[in-house]
T-cell receptor, first 113, second 114 residues
Framework: KNQVEQSPQSLIILEGKNCTLQ??????????LRWYKQDTGRGPVSLTI?????NTKSNGRYTATLDADTKQSSLHITASQLSDSASYIC????????????FGTGTRLKVLA | DTEVTQTPKHLVMGMTNKKSLKCEQH?????MYWYKQKAKKPPELMFV???????INESVPSRFSPECPNSSLLNLHLHALQPEDSALYLC?????????????FGEGSWLTVV
């Protein structure tokens, strides 16, 4: 069964600190993996997209990594800001699942001043 | 800023009401989606339209009726809903239905059924 699991479920850090969110998936075959940021009550916004051949991709203070062999991805946030408080969702798609994107359960990040 | 626009942002309706959620995009995308999201849960796919034709219906109850009048518009007609249907309804679009395309989400419509 195609699944995407994220850890931790929730995380609290102090402003300025770094953190890493994890995403493990069993989706096969694999097409690409995306990280989305979702502020409370708003739609998800794409942060990064990575294909099978990509290991690292950055978007400002956000850096995503992908290990297609172990089927793991991480999202590293550097020098966190209060505005980083949100849910981060890992989404995996498969070429055999046209239109279907498999969503992880998300990590809720809270950044405190 | 999102380029997928949803209206209304908030909707409260009774179980006997008929209402509609509307979604619009002008990015030239040919695939449009409706998702339902409950609190602290990931979005769940409801419907997919590709080139204005319904491609996927994830066994959604008939009290939800999608409509795609043209390539830029997507509606979700609501009738005889239940309180458990209260959720954030997200519209999304992508260039095509190819899974290599990024999907862009709207801000969502908060629906409360009383």
């Amino acid at each position: 069964k195609n699944q995407v699991e994220q850890s931790p479920q929730s995380l609290i850090i102090l402003e300025g600190k770094n953190c890493t969110l994890q995403c493990n998936y069993t989706v096969s075959p694999f097409s690409n993996l995306r990280w989305y940021k979702q502020d409370t009550g708003r739609g998800p916004v794409s942060l990064t997209i990575m294909t099978f051949s990509e290991n690292t991709k950055s978007n400002g203070r956000y850096t995503a990594t992908l290990d297609a062999d172990t089927k793991q991805s991480s999202l590293h946030i550097t020098a966190s800001q209060l505005s980083d408080s949100a849910s981060y969702i890992c989404v995996v798609s498969s070429p055999s699942g046209t239109y279907k994107y498999i969503f992880g359960t998300g990590t809720r990040l809270k950044v405190l001043a | 800023d999102t380029e997928v626009t949803q209206t209304p942002k908030h909707l409260v309706m009774g179980m006997t009401n008929k209402k509609s959620l509307k979604c619009e995009q002008h990015m030239g995308h040919r695939a449009m989606y409706w998702y339902k999201q409950k609190a602290k849960k990931p979005p769940e796919l409801m419907f997919v339209y590709s080139y204005e034709k319904l491609s996927i219906n994830e066994s959604v109850p008939s009290r939800f009726s999608p409509e795609c009048p043209n390539s830029s518009l997507l509606n979700l007609h609501l009738h005889a809903l239940q309180p458990e249907d209260s959720a954030l309804y997200l519209c999304a679009s992508s260039m095509q239905g190819n899974s290599g395309n990024t999907i862009y989400f709207g801000e969502g419509s908060w629906l409360t059924v009383v």
